[in-house]
């Protein structure tokens, strides 16, 4: 197995050709002509060749128990053995050869080929250890691999590159690489003959019946049909959870790079409760549109079997009826849709009226008089209780009258074929069951128009985080996009021409022929009053707002041939104390959020460095966990000047070549901002202080 991973392997030189044939698989629209020049730093090499190909690729740690398991999921990647790279194409262990063939190998072998490096010097050890235990030979190759196992049990394995598609590129293509598609197709299918077999069984039944031969062959054949939808019902159920899966995963993730593809101007006006009503609906866009969409396909295969049983009971207007019926059913789901809308909308604002009073609850407590801490709330809940009524009366009709309307109004056409005795028994019967399966896809098919109308009215407040997630990031150019953010000393590190910048809302512009040069090692204050554009001129410097004319270049070269990522590691900004914000996670997390996660123990030392230089000791040794204790939601556990500090050490572990900070130090007491300043000139190479007069 070794000689045949070797020969599945490519060398490093050809891993362009090895992207560039994954992604003819998997439909990618991107091509390099000309591969970036290959670089010393192996990862950004890989980020950049693969996003030449219009794919991602994320560094990966796999765990060595259990590592087999996780090759299993981890396609398509990247796994470099000795002998070069494999490169994994799904969870089947798939490879693709550098001859562009596919072969199949063990899960145990790519696992031990992983592992090689690190195994080797252990067994080496181990084999000694057995050696002095006189261990049999029949035996050694199990207690050796036991040994090696126990030892090497918590290690986490390198060498491994996830290769995905963005998550703002087709949305179709991200399901045709996740097998959504592929599964739909199989449930439909199984559902399909599930039915088939379900409508076989009864017409065995039936025929029996009524040419009066019921014996044991045709019950037999009866039991046989049912039981054999059993297995399909089963394959169904699994298909469809392997569907809303997959689905789920792949909408989910192009949702959340949606909301951080966000403008700062596109969420600044919204509050926490609009937020938060925003997220509540995009979960509700995933639930209620996987499962309404599972019923309505459903419900359109059984609807189709019942028009062909319909129309093989000899007349016309069962099928006519039935498509009339589907046609008032539309309408009655039109009608709850619209009511759904408003209610929707009456639900959020709600939502996000609590939201805020719950946020503003001590400035409430502390500035509002008593007597109003609740006007507004009983009328708001009247017209609530109000468009609640309005939903339910127009979701009645909808969820029991449809159905039940139908199943009489279909009997009640069989009628005049009964009475006067034109139509044969077994037409009767064929009808009977056409009309009874119309109303079982009809009651399928009202439940999926109902979760369907929901997730409808939810993507209209989702729908903002599905495109922004396809916002092309300026990527800059190969020749850039990879170099490193070395300034020389005659160049300087950031240029300014003739910016101006206005926000949406104002005529007036905020800057305006704002002209600005920073060589290597300055030290800039930058005063102002408040309101004449400290801050925004700090925004544009670090590219979170694009001004409306003039250039700026960073070492020479505009954001368009460097890219946003190589912008944003060279400039740094801790931002005004009200747009920094502190996650629920570890106070580490917090600290290293703009550089490599996880920390390698390394940083643990210098986090702890810088925290005990900004005067943060005292706070380390009051937390159980130190580093690792989590601080709560918004930093909720900091002190004012604490959640500074932690703002300012965010932004000086980045090692920038620019350092901006706005009003970063005006929280401080005068020996802690000492220290604070102290730390900051030592640890920056250029630096821009925003603050007051």
Known sequence: MGRELAACSWPLSRLPD????????????????????????????????????????????????????????????????????????????????????????????????????????????????????????????????????????????????????????????????????????????????????????????????????????WLLA??????????????????????????????????????????????????????????????????????????????????????????????????????AWLGA??????????????????????????????????????????????????????????????????????????????LLLGILALAPGFISGGASPAQLAVTVGGVLLAYRALKRLTGGLWQLGGAAIAWKRTSLLFHAAARPEVRGLPAFAARSAEIGDHQPVLEAHDVVFRYRDRGE?????????????????????????????AAVVTGLRIPQSGSILLQGLDRQSLGSAVWRRSIVSAPQFHENHVLTATFAFNLMMGCRWPPHPDDFREMEGLCRELGLGELLQRMPAGLLQCVGDTGWQLSHGERSRLYIARALLQNADLVVLDESFAALDPENLRRAVDCVLARTRTLMVIAHP
């Open 509 to 537: 512009p905020v800057l305006r022929g704002c002209s600005l040069r920073i060589e290597r090692g300055d030290r800039l204050l930058l005063e102002g009053p408040s309101g004449g554009g400290k801050s925004t001129l």
């Open 222 to 323: 009866w039991v046989l049909l049912l039981l054999t939808i059993i297995p399909l019902r089963m394959l169904v159920n699994w298909l469809q959870g392997g569907v809303a899966i997959r689905a789920g995963a792949v909408l989910k993730q192009r949702l959340l790079a949606g909301a951080l593809c966000l403008e700062p101007d596109e969420i600044r006006s919204e509050g926490a409760g609009q937020l938060l009503g925003r997220v509540l609906e995009s979960q509700q866009v995933e639930a209620l549109a996987l499962s309404g969409g599972f019923l309505a396909l459903v419900a359109s295969i059984e609807m189709v079997l019942a028009m062909i049983v319909l129309i093989a009971g000899g007349s016309w207007a069962e099928p006519l009826l039935l498509i």
């Open 18 to 217: 090895a992207l560039a044939a994954l992604a003819s698989r998997t439909g990618a629209t991107g091509h390099a002509s000309e591969p970036p020049a290959q670089s010393e730093d192996l990862d950004a090499w890989l980020t950049a060749v693969a996003e030449s190909f219009d794919m991602e690729v994320e560094p990966a740690t796999l765990p060595y128990s259990g590592l087999a398991n996780c090759l299993r999921v981890a396609g398509p990647a990247l796994l470099r053995i000795r002998t070069g790279f494999i490169l994994l194409l799904d969870g089947r262990c798939r490879v693709l050869t550098s001859d562009l063939s596919v072969r199949r190998v063990r899960p145990q072998a790519l696992a031990a080929a992983l592992c090689e490096d690190l195994e080797s010097p252990i067994a080496a050890q181990v084999d000694s250890l057995l050696d002095t235990a006189g261990i049999a030979q029949r035996r050694r190759q199990k207690v050796r691999a036991a040994i090696v196992r126990e030892r090497l049990e918590s290690r986490q394995i390198g060498g491994c590159w996830l290769l995905r598609l963005p998550p703002g590129s087709d949305f179709p293509r991200q399901l045709r690489q996740a097998g959504v598609p592929q599964r739909l197709a199989l449930l439909a299918t199984a559902h399909l003959a599930q039915y088939l077999l379900f409508i076989g069984s009864w017409w065995v039944l039936a025929v029996a019946a009524l040419q009066g031969r019921i014996d044991r062959g």
């Open 329 to 406: 059913t539309l309408v009655i789901a039109w009608r709850y849709l619209r009511r759904n809308n408003v209610w929707t909308g009456a639900r959020l604002e709600m939502t996000h009226e609590l939201v805020e009073k719950m946020v503003g609850h001590r400035t409430r407590l502390a500035q509002e008089r008593r007597e109003h801490w609740h006007t507004g709330e009983d009328r708001d809940l009247d017209r609530y209780i109000e468009i609640s009524q309005a939903l339910d009366r127009a979701a009645l009709p909808l969820a029991a009258a449809i159905p039940r309307g139908w």
